[in-house]
Structure formats: C-alpha cells, structure tokens
T-cell receptor
Framework: SQTIHQWPATLVQPVGSPLSLECTVE??????LYWYRQAAGRGLQLLFY??????ISSEVPQNLSASRPQDRQFILSSKKLLLSDSGFYLC??????????????FGQGTRLTVV | SQQGEEDPQALSIQEGENATMNCSYK?????LQWYRQNSGRGLVHLIL?????REKHSGRLRVTLDTSKKSSSLLITASRAADTASYFC?????????????FGAGTRLFVKA
C-alpha cells in the first residue's frame, strides 16, 4: 500500500537559520507531489507542485524553495527563515495519471515555529 | 487566491443535529472534493463528486454539486462529538503538465456532546 512520510513533526528555528523539510512517498511511482502551508485556523495555500524529478512549479513568490531529487522525495527548503515562515506545512501526493479523479493523500504535517 | 470558499467559517451544533457546510468556486472543475482535518493533523479525504454528478452519499455524508451555481454542500447527518474538525472543499485546477488541488479556507465544526 502507499504511504507518505513527512518529518519532522515539529520544528522551532531561529530567524535567519536554514530549513529543510522532507517528504517521501512509498508504494507508488511518478506521483504528483505538493507542498502546502496552513496558517493557524486558515485554509491551505499551495506553495509548490511537481510532476517529476527536477520539475518544480512555484505557486506564490516567497522565501522558500522546493526540490525533487528523487522520484518519491520532495524537499522544502529555505536559506534564511523569516518570522512569517511560521506555519503548518503539509506534503501531499496524487497518483500519476489519476489526478483528474482521485483524492490527494496528505502527510501528518510539520509545525514550524520561527522565533 | 483560493479556488474554493466555504461558509460558514465556523459552526457549532449539538450532537444529533445535522451540519451543513457550503462551498463556492470560481472556475470550471473536473471534480470537487471534501476533506476533514482534525486539529494539528493532516487532511483526510472524505468524498469526491465529479462534475457530471449532482449528489453523492457516503455513510452519514451527503454531498451535492451545482455546477451552474459553482457551489457544493456537505451535509453531515446525526452529528457526533467525534465529527468536531475543520472541513475543506477542494477543486482540481489544470496547469501545464497536470492538475493542482486548490483548497478553500474551511469550515470549523464543533459538535457539543
């Protein structure tokens, strides 16, 4: 069966420090991968999406970047964190070829607090 | 901007009552999905309704879709305290190479025991 792993679950980082959040998917190939951010009590904002290795699309300009070094690995990064980067980050995937009619599967999320 | 917009933003009901949440969207869709999120957790898919469907049921859930009004509703019947969560609608928007799922701001449901 397919599973998605996202870590760490919580993270407290000082302003100006780097960030690396990792997401991996098991049991599938060529998934469409997504990074979302959720502010407290709000909806999900799509940050990045990827349809394949090395293919990254950014939804909104920001202090973050994403990379997909392997088929089932999606990394969210920052060189220097800002206070405004605090939030709940969620990784999701949708099976290749089924994006039109299937649900997205989410990781458990990473709560990032920048202090 | 987000594709879907839910209302109400928050809903508080007694256990046993029905809860209705609405969602509006802006562009043409292939399908509309509803998700649930418990506090501080990831989202869990509840139900998907295709653009050529008008109503769908799953257990205590009933979803309707009106493409002419670009709106959908989620009805939870005979609510339970365990239904307390945030509920989001989502639509799939196309981009070059694939689709991306866009979420609304969500409805926070609180069911009092």
């Amino acid at each position: 069966s397919q599973t998605i792993h996202q870590w760490p679950a919580t993270l407290v980082q000082p302003v100006g420090s780097p960030l690396s959040l990792e997401c991996t998917v098991e049991g599938t190939s060529n998934p469409n991968l997504y990074w979302y951010r959720q502010a407290a009590g709000r909806g999900l904002q799509l940050l990045f999406y990827s349809v394949g290795i090395g293919q990254i699309s950014s939804e909104v300009p920001q202090n973050l970047s994403a990379s997909r070094p392997q088929d089932r690995q999606f990394i969210l990064s920052s060189k220097k964190l800002l206070l405004s980067d605090s939030g709940f980050y969620l990784c999701a995937w949708i099976p290749l070829g089924r994006v039109k009619n299937t649900e997205a599967f989410f990781g458990q999320g990473t709560r990032l607090t920048v202090v | 901007s987000q594709q879907g917009e839910e209302d109400p933003q928050a809903l508080s009901i007694q256990e046993g009552e029905n809860a209705t949440m609405n969602c509006s969207y802006k562009t043409s869709i292939n399908n509309l999905q509803w998700y649930r999120q418990n506090s501080g957790r990831g989202l869990v898919h509840l139900i998907l309704i295709r653009s050529n469907e008008r109503e769908k049921h799953s257990g205590r859930l009933r979803v309707t879709l009106d493409t002419s009004k670009k709106s959908s509703s989620l009805l939870i019947t005979a609510s339970r305290a365990a239904d307390t969560a945030s509920y989001f609608c989502a639509t799939a928007a196309s981009f070059t190479g694939g689709f991306k799922t866009i979420f609304g701001a969500g409805t926070r449901l609180f069911v009092k025991a």
